[in-house]
Structure formats: structure tokens, C-alpha cells
């Protein structure tokens, strides 16, 4: 098992910045992938980054890229999203998730364990 707790999130103007983290313990050896989903009301969970534990190889969905970076610190098992020039589209619940995977991890459904998710609101 593996668990993942996230954190930072809040409310923040439009313009502004937050920085997310994901935490995990457990069986993390067995991870490959650390990603972020969002989640509007309404709308479905959509992929937002991930990043490889072994490498740091990070990729974005088009809609963040250039505003949003991730990162790891692979001695505290914790993956941070950082999110500058952030929207009022922004807004949404986030979820860090692992997977054992290494390919086609921008699908939620390859994700093996997800944390609690982290509000983010971004004011206009």
C-alpha cells in the first residue's frame, strides 16, 4: 500500500502563486509515476502533470505548461506542483496519484493510489 497526502492548497488572486505538495510512505519502491489531477465542480478529473521518481522526467498538459513545475525530493518520498500566473480555470480540487507504470500515465485509470485531493481557488 502506498498513501499520499497532499497539501497547499487555497485561495489565491488570479496572477498569483501556490505550491502543492504530495507526500508519500508506504511501499513507495513499487512507484514509477508521481502525477496531478484536477477537478472542477461539474467537469471530470482531468491530467494535469507527472513526473518520473527515477529519472525527474516531468510532462504537462498544454493548458498549465510554461506556468505550472513540478519537482521531487526522492529522500522525502513528497513531489511538489508548483503554479505561478494562475487562473480562475485553475480552480479546482487536486490529487496527487502514483503508479507503477511508466507509459500512458496521463490516464487516471493507471494510477494505483490517489491522495485526498487539495482545494485550489483562484479569484478573478
Known amino acids: 500500500q502506498v498513501q499520499l497526502v497532499e497539501s497547499g492548497g487555497g485561495l489565491v488572486q488570479a496572477g498569483g502563486s501556490l505550491r502543492l505538495s504530495c507526500a508519500a510512505s508506504g511501499r513507495t519502491f513499487n512507484m514509477h509515476t508521481m502525477g496531478w489531477f484536477r477537478q472542477a465542480p461539474g467537469k471530470e478529473r482531468e491530467f494535469v502533470a507527472f513526473i518520473s521518481w527515477s529519472v525527474g522526467s516531468t510532462y504537462y498538459a498544454d493548458s498549465v505548461k510554461g506556468r505550472f513545475t513540478l519537482s521531487r525530493d526522492n529522500a522525502k518520498n513528497t513531489v511538489y506542483l508548483q503554479m505561478n500566473r494562475l487562473k480562475p480555470e485553475d480552480t479546482a480540487v487536486y490529487y496527487c496519484?502514483?503508479?507503477?507504470?511508466?507509459?500512458?500515465?496521463?490516464?487516471?485509470?493507471?494510477?494505483?493510489?490517489w491522495g485526498q485531493g487539495t482545494q485550489v481557488t483562484v479569484s478573478s
Open positions: 496519484a502514483a503508479s507503477k507504470w511508466a507509459v500512458s500515465v496521463t490516464a487516471a485509470r493507471n494510477y494505483d493510489y
